[in-house]
């Protein structure tokens, strides 16, 4: 096997086109964006972390989502942030690499969060008098340990298979590199990278087979029942926005890639399914369950009665 050279720097032509207009434009939005994105995921995660009575399977697995939100949104906000304020747009191999890794983590890791806590409903909807012996300590902590588990074997695989054959090509024409950018520059393509695309094409149909088949039983439950109904429309509605956003989001990342256009809305919508749902996923979980809610208004009531 002849490793590709870690010495080669490549060029990011999704912005060849832009203008210096629109890139200060753009970055003025990504900007505030991005640290907006950041508090938001960091606030729930903290309140999570200190509030005692939220130390509950669902919050644990809404807490490894926002930090997978915010393993995501760094990922990629930093290095296209320096994209916008340069006309260079360049970066290193090992950069590269590096990012690829942290964004087919994130992409891999917000399906596998999604399907956890989809079962989860499942199991506190139609089956509640089991919910704690189903959900306990120990199958949290291996259900846990599968949400980060399965992305960073998904990604080293994806990392090293693209990266495994000698360069050709120094262009990405994304404003991000991931595991597919990778292997357009090798020279060549063998079975190995089809393989991989079938055993992902799967292991992402299983995940979402398992959000639909637990949100078809679930609704099946609510149909008789105004209690799991309360349920559903407490904690079930704040994850299936998030799923069917993020699967929006990554379907507009796919159809973008295959275009393989260089245009303005290329750019936006290869970009969506990094930057939407960091965004919306707290919000969303914030606004819609409960406990979290009146703990964020608990602490702005508090600093407003401090600075009076």
Not at 146 to 157: D, I
Request: glycine fraction near 4%; charged fraction near 15%; hydrophobic fraction near 50%.
């Amino acid at each position: 096997m002849e490793n590709i050279s870690l010495s080669h720097i490549l060029t990011v032509t999704a912005l060849n086109e832009w203008d210096w207009t629109s890139r200060i434009i753009f970055f003025s939005i990504a900007l505030p964006g991005y640290l907006l994105t950041v508090v938001l995921n960091a606030t729930l995660i903290m309140i999570i972390a200190f509030e005692k009575a939220l130390h509950e399977p669902m919050y644990i697995f809404l807490c490894n989502l926002c930090v997978n939100d915010l393993c995501g949104t760094t990922g990629f906000y930093p290095r296209a942030l320096v994209y916008l304020l340069t006309e260079t747009n360049r970066i290193s191999l090992e950069e590269c690499i590096v990012q690829g890794l942290v964004i087919v983590v994130y992409a891999v890791g917000e399906f596998t969060n999604l399907s956890v806590m989809a079962v989860d409903r499942y199991i506190a909807i139609c089956r509640p008098l089991h919910y704690h012996s189903i959900m306990s300590p120990f199958t949290v902590l291996c259900l846990v340990i599968f949400l980060w588990a399965f992305p960073c074997f998904a990604s080293l695989l994806a990392i090293l298979l693209a990266i495994k054959n000698p360069i050709c090509r120094y262009d990405i024409n994304k404003l991000f590199c991931e595991n597919l950018s990778l292997v357009n520059l090798g020279c060549r393509q063998d079975i190995s990278h089809g393989i991989f695309n079938g055993w992902m094409y799967i292991s992402m149909s299983i995940l979402i087979g398992l959000v639909l088949i637990s949100y078809f039983k679930i609704i099946l439950a609510c149909r008789k029942s105004k209690v799991n109904q309360e349920k559903f429309f407490s904690t079930c509605t704040p994850h299936l926005i998030s799923f069917l956003n993020y699967v929006a989001c990554s379907y507009f990342d796919s159809s973008q890639t295959e275009l393989r256009t260089k245009t303005l809305s290329h750019t936006f919508l290869s970009v969506i399914f990094l930057t939407v749902p960091p965004f919306i996923n707290p919000l969303i979980y914030g606004i819609k369950l409960a406990p979290i809610r009146a703990k964020i208004l608990y602490i702005f009531r508090s600093s407003r009665f401090k600075n009076m």
